[in-house]
């Protein structure tokens, strides 16, 4: 904790204790997932990802390249429908 404030960062980590508290507290309130998590959840669903295939290192960042596009584009709100127009 005090590395991160050395850097002049905002710390957004709450400790475990306090955060099962605040659930006990507010039984309603849903248990937030870390980003790191949540991004490891979507490139999961990639299955070649995965398990890793892929021999080259350079197919397998390709990979995760297109993965991340993908997982960018589906996050976009679009107002056409880009198959029909």
């Known amino acids: 904790m005090k590395i991160i404030l050395s850097h002049g960062y905002i710390a957004h980590v709450v400790d475990r204790g306090k955060e099962a508290d605040a659930k006990r507290l507010t039984p309603e ?3 937030r997932r870390w980003v790191v998590e949540v991004c ?3 490139f999961n669903r990639f299955r070649k990802l995965l398990v ?4 080259l290192e350079r197919s397998f ?3 995760n390249h297109l993965a991340a596009a993908i997982i960018a584009f589906r996050k976009v ?3 056409v429908n880009i198959i029909y127009g």
Do not use: M, T, V
């Open 29 to 31: 309130k849903k248990a």
């Open 40 to 42: 490891h959840s979507w």
């Open 52 to 55: 890793r295939y892929e021999k």
């Open 61 to 63: 960042l390709a990979l």
């Open 77 to 79: 709100s679009l107002r």
